[in-house]
């Protein structure tokens, strides 16, 4: 099967765009990994349902704005904070020493 130019130019773009959300990424893991440990340090829980809450209003508006589709953004919004979570518990829980070190 031949490729045609147009959908190589295409995929890279896609490709360089991945880079670029794989970036955004790793920071914001580096960020909430901090926010982990503050919450850690103030004997808060690892979940706060409320702000969850508001960021999914928050989620929802922005799929508007950008014409895309919202429930699937709130499954890629959830599936990354429930990674967060999940490393915020590690944190409480003493497991592993701080990811944020590079970078």
């Known amino acids: 099967m031949t490729v045609s130019r ?4 295409i995929r890279k773009s896609i ?14 893991f580096r960020l909430t990994e901090k926010v982990g440990y503050l919450k850690m340090s103030m004997s808060l829980p690892p979940e706060d349902a409320e702000r969850e809450r508001m960021q999914e209003l928050h989620y929802s508006e922005l799929a508007s704005s950008y014409g895309l589709d919202r429930n ?3 499954e890629i919004m959830r599936t990354i904070i429930t990674q967060v979570k999940k490393r915020h518990v590690e944190i409480r829980d003493g497991q592993g020493q701080p990811r944020s070190q590079a970078g």
């Open 6 to 9: 147009e959908l190589l130019e």
């Open 15 to 28: 490709d360089n765009l991945d880079n670029a959300i794989v970036a955004i990424l790793a920071e914001r």
């Open 72 to 74: 699937a953004l709130i």
